[in-house]
C-alpha cells in the first residue's frame, strides 16, 4: 500500500487527480470507477477544474459508481445517481449513457447487479477506482461480516453506516435506506489501480485496521492490502493511530522510482 500523508485538503485533491488523469490519459478508452460520499467531493472540483483548463477530457471514459441505495426514488436528490451526477459527471463532457450506476429498483436485484459485474468484467474492471471509507471500515458499502471475494451483490446497511448518512437525510435516521446494492470487494480489486481518500480522526481507526489490521472481513478495507498497486491519501487525523506513521512519511518523502 502506497501511503500518502497530507493535512493541505487541496494538496490531497490533487495528489488523486493526478494518478487519475495519469492513468486515464494512458488508455485509449479508459474506465473510471466512482464513489459518492464527501471524501472524494474535492478530488471531483479537481478533475472538473483540469477539465476546464482543458487538461482532460471524459468524453471517451467510461464510469462505473460503486453503490446505489435499495428501493430510493430515482428523482431524490440522494440517490447515487444523481449524487454523482450533480457532484461530477454532470460538470464535465461524459457521454450520458457512459455513466453506469447499479439499479437499487430492478425487481430482480441479484439479476441486476450480475449485469452490473459483467459489464465491468466485459472492460477489464476499472482503470482507475475512487474510493472512500466508512467509519466500520467499509469500502463501497461491503459492510464488515461479507465476503471478501464478493462480487456486486445486495446488502444490508450497518445502524452506523445509517447513522453517518443520517446527514445527507436532513439529520432523520428513518429516512437513511436499510438496504443496497454494491461492488463486491472481488469486483473492486479487478481495478488496476483503487485510490482511497479520507481524512479526520472519525476514521482513524477504520484506517488504522484497514492499512494495519489482519487481513479480515471484519474490516472490509483490509483486503486492499492484497492489492499490488494501491494509494491510500489521508490527511493527519485520519493517520493518527498508525503505528508506522513515520515510515510511510519517510517512504513517500524518499520515493524514487
Ligand atoms: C459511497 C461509498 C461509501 C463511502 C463511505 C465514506 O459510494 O462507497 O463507501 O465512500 O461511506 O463516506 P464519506 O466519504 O461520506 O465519509
Not at 446505489?68 to 444523481?82: A, K, L, M
Not at 464488515?144 to 453506516?161: F, Y
Amino acid at each position: 500500500m502506497e501511503i500518502i500523508i497530507e493535512n493541505d485538503a487541496s494538496k490531497r485533491a490533487s495528489l488523486a487527480a493526478d494518478i487519475v488523469v495519469r492513468e486515464l490519459l494512458s488508455k485509449e478508452n479508459p474506465v473510471l470507477g466512482l464513489a459518492t460520499g464527501s471524501s472524494p467531493l474535492p478530488v471531483y472540483d479537481e478533475l472538473v477544474r483540469r477539465y476546464e483548463n482543458k487538461e482532460i477530457s471524459f468524453a471517451n471514459v467510461t464510469a462505473f459508481t460503486l453503490d446505489e441505495y435499495v428501493g430510493i426514488d430515482p428523482e431524490h436528490p440522494e440517490s447515487y445517481r444523481n449524487v454523482i451526477h450533480n457532484a461530477f459527471t454532470g460538470r464535465v463532457d461524459f457521454k450520458p449513457e457512459n455513466v453506469n450506476c447499479p439499479d437499487g429498483n430492478a425487481k430482480d436485484l441479484l439479476a441486476a447487479c450480475a449485469r452490473y459485474d459483467q459489464a465491468i468484467a466485459a472492460l477489464g474492471g476499472t482503470d482507475v477506482q475512487i474510493i472512500g471509507i466508512g467509519s466500520d471500515g467499509h469500502i463501497a458499502f461491503n459492510e464488515p461480516g461479507g465476503s471478501i471475494i464478493s462480487r456486486t451483490h445486495p446488502e444490508a446497511l450497518t445502524l452506523e453506516t445509517r447513522q453517518d448518512n443520517a446527514r445527507f437525510f436532513d439529520n432523520k435516521l428513518e429516512l437513511v435506506p436499510t438496504h443496497c446494492v454494491t461492488q463486491g470487494i472481488g469486483t473492486i480489486m479487478t481495478s488496476a489501480h483503487p485510490v482511497l481518500v479520507s481524512s479526520t480522526k472519525h476514521k482513524a481507526k477504520a484506517i488504522r485496521d484497514m492499512c494495519e489490521g489482519p487481513v479480515s472481513a471484519t474490516c472490509p478495507a483490509s483486503i486492499l492490502q492484497m492489492h499490488p498497486n494501491v494509494t491510500i491519501i489521508i490527511d493527519e487525523d485520519a493517520a493518527s493511530l498508525l503505528e508506522r506513521k513515520d515510515y510511510y512519511i519517510h517512504r513517500y518523502a524518499t520515493k524514487i522510482w
